[in-house]
Nanobody, 123 residues
C-alpha cells in the first residue's frame, strides 16, 4: 500500500492550499480516508475524515468551515481543500487509509499512512 501526499508549501495567512493524496495497492473505494497533521512538539491530530463513498465527512473543530475533504474513487485520490489558513495550521499533513469503510475520527482506526507534506502558514 502506498499513500503519496502532495500539495504542501508556504502560504500567507488567509490564503488557500489544496492537498492531494494518491493511493495505490488497496481497493481504494472500500475504505474510509483521513487527513491528519502534526505540528512540531505536538501530537498528531485528526483534521478531516471521509467515508468510502464520500457521503459522510467529519472535521476537527479547529478547521470546520475552512477545510473541505473530498475523494475521487475513480482516480484513487483524496483531497483536502484548505481556505482561510492560519499560522496555527502549520504542520506536516498526512493522509491515511482506514481499516474500515467509515469516517473514523480516531487515529487508531487507520492502518496505512503516507509520508506527509509540509504546510507552512506565515503571519
Amino acid at each position: 500500500v502506498q499513500l503519496q501526499a502532495s500539495g504542501g508549501g508556504l502560504v500567507q495567512a488567509g490564503g488557500s492550499l489544496t492537498l492531494s493524496c494518491a493511493a495505490s495497492g488497496i481497493t481504494f473505494s472500500r475504505y474510509g480516508m483521513g487527513w491528519f497533521r502534526q505540528a512540531p512538539g505536538k501530537e498528531r491530530e485528526t483534521v478531516a475524515v471521509i467515508s468510502w463513498s464520500g457521503g459522510s465527512t467529519n472535521y476537527a473543530d479547529s478547521v470546520k468551515g475552512r477545510f473541505t475533504i473530498s475523494r475521487d474513487n475513480a482516480k484513487n485520490m483524496v483531497y483536502l481543500q484548505m481556505n482561510s489558513l492560519k499560522p496555527e495550521d502549520t504542520a506536516v499533513y498526512y493522509c491515511a487509509a482506514a481499516r474500515g469503510s467509515f469516517a473514523y475520527m480516531e487515529k487508531t482506526s487507520y492502518g496505512y499512512w503516507g509520508q506527509g507534506t509540509l504546510v507552512t502558514v506565515s503571519s
